[in-house]
């Protein structure tokens, strides 16, 4: 498998990100390419889509937010996302952006095999 290119697109972090309309990536630009490369060498695949995660210590690491009114709870300011979703826009070349759950989930093969993995927290999921 010929290794991936990875691309970070701005939309989704200050100062080009817009609120009512993106995921924001929290994390920085090189934890975001490890997000990606970590789900790539996983083959967490599902079709020409990658998901991935970042835990430490049996917790899912918080790498983005959502802002989008509709999506955040009553009495917060945003939700804590911990799951990513990347997508080859261009032949072996990648981006990404954190998501929502209740918005984007990943396929039940990709939930099953997280729930299996050493570190990965289950109720979590």
């Given at each position: 498998?010929?290794?991936?290119?990875?691309?970070?697109?701005?939309?989704?972090?200050?100062?080009?990100?817009?609120?009512?309309?993106?995921?924001?990536?929290?994390?920085?630009?090189?934890?975001?390419?490890?997000?990606?490369?970590?789900?790539?060498?996983?083959?967490?695949?599902?079709?020409?889509?990658?998901?991935?995660?970042?835990?430490?210590?049996?917790?899912?690491?918080?790498?983005?937010?959502?802002?989008?009114?509709?999506?955040?709870?009553?009495?917060?300011?945003?939700?804590?996302?911990?799951?990513?979703?990347?997508?080859e826009h261009s032949t072996n070349c990648w981006h990404g952006y954190p998501v929502?759950?209740?918005?984007?989930?990943?396929?039940?093969?990709?939930?099953?095999?997280?729930?299996?993995?050493?570190?990965?927290?289950?109720?979590?999921?």
């Open positions: 498998m010929q290794t991936p290119t990875y691309e970070n697109k701005s939309d989704h972090r200050l100062p080009e990100w817009k609120k009512d309309k993106k995921s924001k990536w929290i994390i920085s630009i090189d934890q975001e390419k490890d997000v990606f490369i970590s789900g790539y060498n996983a083959k967490w695949f599902e079709g020409k889509t990658v998901w991935s995660l970042k835990s430490a210590n049996n917790t899912l690491d918080i790498i983005g937010e959502d802002h989008r009114p509709r999506f955040v709870p009553k009495g917060k300011a945003y939700t804590e996302l911990v799951l990513a979703k990347f997508v929502n759950v209740l918005t984007d989930s990943p396929c039940s093969e990709i939930l099953k095999t997280w729930s299996q993995s050493p570190g990965i927290p289950k109720k979590q999921l």
